[in-house]
């Protein structure tokens, strides 16, 4: 038995919420059911959380904790899990997934023990897994997995789906940008805008795609982010096209619509982007931010964070050279290949039997 632990999940907005509903289902076409503990059922993750944890965990069997911060909201409780359970539920085996390695609050002035609870996480977990090889580096756990993260958004558009078609209703008849993600603080929005603002003065029937939803269940900070940011594309009228909530086969017809992906994390292009997977999948060039994962490199050309200038002009430069855009796309294909679902799945099977025997 597989007991998965997230802070979020469907219907709740976010992509670990998405990631774990993914790697669920492809877990269950690989003969691995499993169940959830989320938000939903616990409200909040602060000690009553653990109490709920015992009582859903399975006597013996996998616990599989998805580690965002934010996802637990912002306490420190997520981190004592792997302790609880091997005391009272010692025949079971608790892997944590790390999403990110940052830290959640605790209390005012909790200063390195905000650090010492996330190693106290990785440490007293079975087994880490983590997209990101760095991640681990980091907290140099006992045993250790990478294992990628997949797409959130099939390339599946609408029957018929005509790309010329759907453009024109779109208005589309230039050089179009996509960004796909949360409006959040890590995703450098204020520079996504600059750079876009730069493009439109060399091509004035450009388009950004903005795609995605506004805020994610567990971040407040989002709602702020997304707040500044319609305030900021007025100006842009009609340049910016930004639907609101797509559903996939609808979403994968915008990707599909566009030339290039502008992705200006602040943190850099890394495998545990599931927007930078997510237009990986749908053929685009991606245009991201130094520094680089490996993992991700030849699907990327990637600039300074807060150059501007430096983005709008790779954005150009990939849509007038279609040597270099074929590169990044074949990079991009590979990449999808790697990350593909039943890939990761068989990985995670592999990982739980390892630790059953």
Same mark, same amino acid.
């Given at each position: 038995?597989?007991?998965?632990?997230?802070?979020?999940?469907?219907?709740?907005?976010?992509?670990?919420?998405?990631?774990?509903?993914?790697?669920?289902?492809?877990?269950?076409?690989?003969?691995?059911?499993?169940?959830?503990?989320?938000?939903?059922?616990?409200?909040?993750?602060?000690?009553?959380?653990?109490?709920?944890? #015992?009582?859903?965990?399975?006597?013996?069997?996998?616990?599989?904790?998805?580690?965002?911060?934010?996802?637990?909201?912002?306490?420190? $409780?997520?981190?004592?899990?792997?302790?609880?359970?091997?005391?009272?539920?010692?025949?079971?085996?608790?892997?944590?997934?790390?999403?990110?390695?940052?830290?959640?609050?605790?209390?005012?002035?909790?200063?390195?023990? +905000?650090?010492?609870?996330?190693?106290?996480?990785?440490?007293?977990?079975?087994?880490?897994?983590?997209?990101?090889?760095? $991640?681990?580096?980091?907290?140099?756990?006992?045993?250790?997995?990478?294992?990628?993260?997949?797409?959130? #958004?099939?390339?599946?558009?609408?029957?018929?789906?005509?790309?010329?078609?759907?453009?024109?209703?779109?208005?589309?008849?230039?050089?179009?940008?996509?960004?796909?993600?949360?409006?959040?603080?890590?995703?450098?929005?204020?520079?996504?805008?600059?750079?876009?603002?730069?493009?439109?003065?060399? +091509?004035?029937?450009?388009?950004?795609?903005?795609?995605?939803?506004?805020?994610?269940?567990? $971040? +407040?900070?989002?709602?702020?982010?997304?707040?500044?940011?319609?305030?900021?594309?007025?100006?842009?009228?009609?340049?910016?096209?930004?639907?609101?909530?797509?559903?996939?086969?609808?979403?994968?017809?915008?990707?599909?619509?566009? $030339?290039?992906?502008?992705?200006?994390?602040?943190?850099?292009?890394?495998?545990?982007?599931?927007?930078?997977?997510?237009?990986?999948?749908?053929?685009?060039?991606?245009?991201?931010?130094?520094? #680089?994962?490996?993992?991700?490199?030849?699907?990327?050309?990637?600039?300074?964070?807060?150059?501007?200038?430096?983005?709008?002009?790779?954005?150009?430069?990939?849509?007038?050279?279609?040597?270099?855009?074929? +590169?990044?796309?074949?990079?991009?294909?590979?990449?999808?290949?790697?990350?593909?679902?039943?890939?990761?799945?068989?990985?995670?099977?592999?990982?739980?039997?390892?630790?059953?025997?």
């Amino acid at each position: 038995m597989i007991l998965f632990v997230s802070g979020e999940y469907p219907p709740d907005v976010g992509g670990v919420g998405d990631y774990t509903e993914r790697l669920r289902a492809a877990l269950g076409n690989a003969s691995c059911p499993s169940d959830v503990l989320s938000r939903r059922e616990v409200g909040r993750w602060d000690a009553r959380s653990l109490v709920r944890l #015992v009582r859903r965990a399975p006597p013996e069997g996998i616990v599989h904790i998805q580690y965002q911060p934010a996802a637990f909201d912002l306490l420190g $409780d997520v981190c004592l899990m792997p302790v609880v359970l091997r005391r009272i539920r010692p025949r079971v085996r608790v892997v944590a997934t790390l999403h990110d390695v940052r830290v959640p609050y605790l209390f005012p002035k909790a200063g390195r023990l +905000r650090w010492q609870a996330v190693q106290l996480l990785a440490h007293s977990s079975h087994a880490v897994v983590a997209a990101d090889e760095r $991640d681990l580096d980091a907290l140099r756990p006992h045993k250790r997995y990478v294992i990628p993260i997949g797409s959130n #958004v099939a390339c599946a558009p609408p029957a018929g789906y005509d790309r010329a078609a759907f453009r024109q209703s779109l208005g589309i008849s230039d050089l179009t940008l996509a960004y796909f993600g949360l409006l959040n603080a890590s995703k450098g929005l204020d520079s996504l805008l600059q750079a876009f603002e730069i493009v439109l003065a060399a +091509r004035p029937h450009a388009r950004l795609l903005l795609l995605g939803g506004s805020a994610g269940a567990s $971040d +407040r900070t989002d709602i702020h982010t997304a707040t500044a940011l319609r305030a900021e594309l007025q100006r842009f009228g009609a340049s910016v096209l930004r639907p609101g909530f797509l559903a996939p086969p609808e979403l994968a017809a915008y990707l599909l619509a566009a $030339d290039v992906a502008l992705l200006p994390y602040v943190d850099g292009a890394s495998p545990r982007r599931g927007s930078l997977l997510a237009c990986a999948a749908h053929g685009l060039p991606i245009v991201s931010t130094l520094p #680089v994962s490996s993992a991700v490199a030849d699907a990327v050309l990637a600039v300074a964070r807060d150059d501007a200038t430096g983005m709008a002009d790779a954005v150009v430069r990939v849509a007038g050279d279609a040597e270099l855009r074929a +590169r990044l796309q074949s990079g991009g294909r590979e990449l999808t290949q790697r990350t593909s679902w039943p890939n990761i799945a068989a990985a995670h099977v592999a990982l739980y039997n390892e630790l059953a025997n």
